[in-house]
Each structure stands twice: as C-alpha cells, then as structure tokens.
C-alpha cells in the first residue's frame, strides 16, 4: 500500500491548457503539501495544509489552486499552463506541522 | 527567514570510499534536522533525522549529528556503495514562528559512486 499516491506520474500538456494532479494518503497525517522541484533540483514549498484548512502559500501564481476535500486528499489545480510550469510536482504528508513529511514520487508536468 | 545550504555537488566518489556532505542552517529556536534521499526517477525519503541539539540521526550506515554550537547537521557515510548514488537533500523545519510548516530544503547535493 503506497503512503502518499499522487497521479498522473507524468502529464504532458499545451499551453493554455487546465490540468489537475490529485493527491491521496493513508497514513492518517494531518498536514499535506505541494512542493515544486525544477531542473536544478531545487525544492520549493508552494501550499500546506493543516486539517483542511490553508497554512501556507507561498508566492505562487493565481493560476495554482489547492484544494482539500479532507485530511487525506489535497489536489492540485493549474489553470493556462505556460511553459515555465514544467517541472515535478511532488505531494507530501507529515503528522503534523513539526515532524518530517513524507512524499509522494512526484508529477513530471512537460508543458509544450 | 529559515535557510538551509548544502556543499556544492556533484560529488564522484569510488565504492567503499567515505562520504561526507556538509550541510549548515540559520533557524531561529530550536529547529528539527532531517536528510532525505532521492534516487533517480523516485520521490523524496526521509534518510535519517535529528530533533534536538546532540541528537545522532543513523540509518543504512548513514549518520549526522545536530550540532546547534555551529549549526550543522553533515551527513556522513563510512563506505559508500553504488546504489548509495543519489541527490541528498538537508531539511529543517520549526513548529512556530513565520515559518510555521515549512519544511525547508537546501539545494540538493547529487552523489555519483563508481565501482
């Protein structure tokens, strides 16, 4: 049983386009994220959740929207994509806001 | 804000070689210290962690120590194998203040053992 799932694994899209990348886990945490990884490896948080409700959210543009139906799902929504949204899209989950997350194995979002 | 700075890579190492990979932070109170793990085409894992200063973090031969007098977490490895090949990532994060559940990464060092 995988810990944090997220899907598609990879998505390649046009310009313009919608897309959505879901995100489940079962490990009964209550704290969920959005980090994105780009070319250099660079790791950087977009949104968290704590139970449901918005914790952070980082400087991401309006295009980006999270959303948390409950303490296991939280999607994420990307509406006209552009070129510069290429990279991978990695879900994670903790216990809480102070312990270690763990993650998902990551969208790789190609947007041509 | 927080920051965390790892050395630069990559780093070439031959098998059964020692590793080292220095990774410092700026934190304000008392952060927890984590190493995760990425290898190619996979998610992040939680490596080994460290939640109070002198704490040592130990798994699959790695180790680091929290060391809040020159704040520093370096993960060491005495021997390393070419499945050890991977990007290694220093993470912290604090329960309060402005960035109250951040997990905060450094850079990301990529490791490459030769046989």
């Known amino acids: 049983d995988t810990a944090v799932s997220q899907t598609p694994k990879y998505l390649v899209t046009q310009m313009g386009n919608d897309k959505s990348i879901k995100c489940e886990q079962n490990l009964g945490h209550d704290t969920m994220y959005w980090y994105k990884q780009d070319s250099k490896k660079f790791l950087k948080i977009m949104f968290s959740?704590?139970?449901?409700?918005?914790?952070i959210n980082e400087t991401v543009p309006n295009r980006f929207s999270p959303k948390s139906p409950d303490k296991a799902h939280l999607n994420l929504h990307i509406n006209s994509l552009e070129l510069g949204d290429s990279a991978v899209y990695f879900c994670?989950?903790?216990?809480?806001?102070?312990?270690?997350?763990?993650f998902g194995q990551g969208t790789r979002l190609t947007v041509v | 804000g927080d920051s965390v700075t790892q050395m630069e890579g990559p780093v070439t190492l031959s098998e059964e070689a020692f590793l080292t990979i220095n990774c410092t932070y700026t934190?304000?109170?008392?952060?927890?210290l984590f190493w995760y793990v990425q290898y190619p085409g996979e998610g992040l894992q939680l490596l080994l962690k460290?939640?109070?200063?002198?704490d040592k973090g130990s798994n699959k031969g790695f180790e680091a120590t929290y060391r809040k007098e020159t704040t520093s977490f370096h993960l060491e490895k005495g021997s390393v194998q070419v499945s050890d090949s991977a990007v290694y990532f220093c993470a912290l994060i604090r329960a309060g203040g402005t960035s109250y559940g951040k997990l905060t990464f450094g850079q990301g060092t990529i490791l490459t053992v030769h046989p």
């Open positions: 959740y704590n139970n449901k409700e918005l914790i």
């Open positions: 460290a939640t109070k200063a002198d």
């Open positions: 994670a989950s903790s216990q809480d806001v102070s312990t270690e997350a763990f």
């Open positions: 934190a304000t109170g008392y952060p927890s």
